[in-house]
């Protein structure tokens, strides 16, 4: 029998975020051989995922975050299957390493996210391995990333709501940047601006709005005009720079922008938030 020391347990729980009891088990069957007792937990978490696949893993932490220079943010969303966990330090810990290995490398999309190297192994095969160590279903679902001349980030207190907001100009007050990326949190635009929405999403205001009028008892041939009144309704409360800015209301968030820069404008945003 190998001899099994608390360093070499705590080395091993440093690289698969197992718990000391899980490490120095993997440590005693593997008889010290590092690498072994790393496929140990592998297997575990892999055992653990396959019997919990058709489990739903709806709660779970959104989390943002923006490079140094302040011209990169990345969003993700890990999902567990309880709030509980999802108040774990040491799941918070392993969402928060994935954070950083997405802003770090900037991946493309969300299955390249997965692909990115992680402590020995791969980022989707890190949260599997942690399955096991949890014993609850773990999902990286969600990878958003904007790149504009300066990115904001928002969490929400309590990891359920985050947002990322591109602009077109750096070097402004912060708290104007971070005004805009509450906006967003407290608003939920649908898009930057009305030439952003898309023609389907138009299409189905405007019968929403002749269904509406037609139900009021109006004549068809005034269902076009109120529908398009409707319409310019939609676009001034669900588009961010038309909407009106929740700390002034008597000026929209693009008069506002533009009070500190006539050029400053928002490029593109990300919301997420999990069932609130």
């Known amino acids: 029998m ?17 718990g000391m009891m899980d490490c120095k088990q993997a440590l ?45 943010g990345v969003l993700i969303v890990l999902n567990s299957e309880t709030d509980f966990v999802a ?26 996210l997965k692909l990115l190297p992680m402590d020995g ?10 399955v096991g160590i949890i014993g609850e279903k773990l999902n990286l679902s969600h ?31 912060e708290q104007v ?3 805009i990326a509450m906006q967003i949190a407290a608003m939920n635009p649908v898009a930057v601006d009305k030439d952003f929405v898309s023609d389907a999403m138009i299409a189905q205001e405007i019968e929403i709005g002749k269904e509406q009028a037609r139900l009021d008892g109006k004549p068809e041939e005034m269902l076009e005009k ?7 309704k939609f676009f001034k409360e669900s588009t961010l720079l038309n909407q009106e800015f929740v700390k002034d209301n008597k000026m929209s968030i693009r008069q506002y922008l533009q009070s500190f820069n006539k050029d400053l404008t928002v490029t593109d945003f990300k919301r997420y938030t999990l069932n609130l």
């Open 121 to 130: 192994g791969k980022v989707g095969e890190k949260i599997i391995e942690y």
């Open 28 to 72: 005693k069957e593997s008889e010290g051989d590092f690498d072994k007792a790393i496929e140990i937990i592998r297997k575990k978490g892999q055992a653990v995922a396959n019997k919990r696949a058709d489990k739903e893993a709806t709660e779970g932490v959104v989390l943002s975050k923006v490079s140094a220079d302040g011209k990169v």
């Open 143 to 173: 990878f958003e990333k904007i790149e504009a001349a300066h990115v904001q980030s928002y969490i929400h207190p309590g990891n359920r709501l985050a947002t990322l907001v591109g602009f077109t100009k750096a070097g402004i007050d």
């Open 87 to 112: 108040k774990n330090a040491d799941f918070q810990a392993l969402a928060n390493k994935v954070l950083d290995i997405a802003l770090k490398n900037n991946p493309a999309n969300l299955d390249a």
């Open 226 to 232: 109120i529908a398009q009144g409707k319409l310019a």
């Open 2 to 18: 190998a001899d099994i020391s608390a360093a070499d347990v705590a080395k091993l729980r440093r690289v698969t975020l197992a």
């Open 177 to 179: 940047y971070k005004d």
